[in-house]
């Protein structure tokens, strides 16, 4: 599977582009939003998953662009916010899950596998 990691933090897109590399994905990490966009333009991916809260371009705004390229491309959002998230802006948004910081290799593998269950 080719995924989209985005997250301002490098070190959390360090952690998830091993965990995920080493569960046998090809991954793209960036760490703005704004880059995550353009990186979806040029490309195609199976997944994306994206922090909510960066600078400058949010994760809903990463959302926002990948949905209207790509309808059928699942979102996952990582956050350390969590069930302090807008339960409505979330429905409307048309994310596919949320993986709540800290996460483990285990919450990414079983939001990953939720996804390809689903895609069947």
């Known amino acids: ?15 998830l582009e091993l965990m995920l590399t080493k569960m ?11 880059e ?12 994306v998953i994206t922090d909510v809260f960066m600078p400058e371009v949010s994760g809903w705004d990463v959302v926002e662009a990948v949905k209207q390229k790509s309808p059928e491309t699942p979102v ?13 802006q979330i429905n409307r948004s048309g994310i596919n899950g949320i993986i709540t910081k800290p996460f ?5 593998s079983d939001e990953i596998a939720k996804l390809l269950k689903g895609a069947r």
């Open 1 to 15: 599977m080719k995924i989209l990691i985005v997250d301002d933090d490098p070190e959390v897109n360090e952690v």
């Open 104 to 108: 483990s290799k285990q919450a990414i």
């Open 24 to 34: 046998g994905h090809e991954v793209t990490a960036v760490t703005q939003g704004k």
């Open 36 to 47: 995550a966009i353009a990186r979806f333009g040029q490309d195609s991916y199976d997944l």
């Open 76 to 88: 996952l959002l990582i956050t350390g916010w969590g069930l302090q998230l807008d339960r409505e």
